[in-house]
């Protein structure tokens, strides 16, 4: 993988080095070599190095010289080289470029557009996580896709989990720090300042400003879109989250013996209260499987922290008419060997026909990274209400319960609406990926839609930044289940490409709710 070890410049830094530098005296440069070259007017005032006045006079009297000194295809060229976009490959071995290749070389020569956003210094999210002086859970995705910022906003800006804001911690990390100051960092190194000076996300406002990228209209593209709710990921394809306890604690291995002395309490409110080891508990109530999908709170637009595979295990129904909850009963309090701890969402919310106690996913054992031996998975709930390593189910009544109506997500502050639902994201690529041998050839984007408890009513794609669409309607959607796609399209020509996805899902008042942004995905053609 290729270490991003770049000098961040600015342009709003740049802008304002270049402009003391213009109004500042000749003795005031600071570089030797340059001293030379550099020609000033009687008011100590920078003027050109080529000379197009150098035999006195007025530029325009000079006009005839502009034709022997300036040669604008020879810039244009040089340019363009000097400033073509950088590629990299990412741990899942795929060549991306971020940055569109562009005629002038604009997005690198005005834009900087290689010197900024979060993975232009960082190899990926994941890394800059574990390196933080402080305990942070570690995160793995397990579609090619780069985790983002955007990830890191479902719990840190508006989440009401309690956690810092991500405005404080990243600038307190960043700023004033030798690191990011010896790189030249800058505002501009995370942010777009608007024209109304409003500071926007570099990642969320850089795809409305790159220039190289071919607009196809709807019409043109021509594009085969399909879906269906059945595609199963495969045990290597699961996102991971990471335990609270020590990771030296973590288990990494699938040993029989741990379920054979792994107990698991069940209590509370409840006739019949018991204990049982995970081996027990399937002698005792035997397993049944079923096809559902897990997204995480956290997944943001256009990310995937998301799988959907068959799980096989307990089912929930079965324990519950044996332990025979108490009629006042609310809510129910999972907990896991880490201490973490969630109640789920209203208890008669719940389809407890659908809730297993997992022990194997895919046919297989129960993955360590998933919680061996024993996870509760609730379907149509964030992957917040499945919790690993499972220790303990406790029924109870909450005299202050309010049911919440559906699942929740974090808000997005700039559009006000929730993040992440519904949600879309391409599955089978990163974004940026370079497809060699591609122009004129079909190619297939695969991707998922989702809206944790809310049904999928369409989804549309665009090749021409939203100006017209495709549309793929969805009807008879089963929200236990994501909503698998698929997009054949035959580049025509090679060029940078952007495939815009826009998601809608039916609420249960049978309004639509659109997402909150769009998802964006750049492909690159060779």
Known sequence: MH????LIAGVMCLAVVGLMAACAPQELTTNPAKQSEIATDEFG??????????????????????????????KVAKNAEQNAP??????????????????KGWN????????????????????????????????????????????????????????????????????????????????????????????NLWDYAKYDLYK???????????????????????NDQLFFESLNNEPSEWRTETDPAVADSWVLSIGGEVENPLEMTVTELVEKFGTKSSIQKQSCIEN????????????????????????????????????????YNMVAPAFTDVNYEDCLLVTEINGQPLPASQGYPLTLAVPRNSAAAYIKTLTSLNFVTDPKFEAKGGVGSPV???????QGKPNSAVLNFPDGVVLDGQA????????????????????????????????????????????????????????????????????????????????NFLFNVK
């Open 108 to 199: 690198n020569s005005y834009l900087d557009a290689d010197n900024r956003g979060c993975l232009s210094c960082h190899d990926s999210i994941e890394d800059a996580v574990m390196s933080l002086d402080t305990k942070h859970n570690a995160y793995a995705m397990g579609y090619p896709t780069q985790l983002t910022i955007a990830n890191c906003l479902g719990c840190h800006r508006n989440a009401g989990f309690g956690n810092t804001q991500l405005v404080e911690t990243l600038h307190g990390i960043h700023n004033g720090k030798s690191q990011f100051t010896a790189m030249n960092g800058s505002c501009d190194s995370c942010h777009y300042i608007d024209s109304n000076a409003k500071f």
């Open 86 to 103: 950088e590629q990299y490959t990412d741990q899942f071995g795929f060549t991306y470029q971020p940055v569109p290749s562009d005629p």
């Open 440 to 519: 004129g050839k079909e190619l297939t984007l695969e991707g998922f839609a989702d809206a944790y408890d809310e049904p999928i009513k369409k989804i549309e794609y665009s090749l021409d930044h939203g100006k017209t669409w495709t549309t793929l309607e969805t009807p008879s959607n089963d929200p236990t289940r994501w909503t698998y796609w698929r997009v054949k399209y035959t580049p025509g020509e090679a060029g940078a490409y952007l495939l815009k996805v826009r998601t809608t899902s039916t609420q249960p008042d049978g309004s639509d709710r659109i997402c909150s942004r769009d998802t």
């Open 212 to 234: 190289g990228i071919t607009n196809v209209k709807a019409a043109d593209a021509k594009l085969n879109v399909s879906y269906d709710q059945d595609t199963i990921s495969n």
């Open 45 to 74: 005032r920078i003027g050109n190095n080529i000379g197009y006045a150098e035999d006195g006079g007025t530029y325009l009297e000079n006009y005839a010289q502009y034709a022997d000194k300036l040669t604008y295809a020879d």
């Open 3 to 6: 270490v991003k070890k770049k």
């Open 412 to 418: 997005d502050p700039d559009t006000k609406s929730m």
């Open 300 to 339: 943001a637009t256009g990310n995937a922290w998301i799988y959907q595979a068959e799980l096989t295990g307990v089912s929930m129904k079965d324990v519950i008419d044996y332990v025979k909850p108490a009629a006042s009963v609310t809510s129910l309090k999972a907990t896991s060997e880490d201490g």
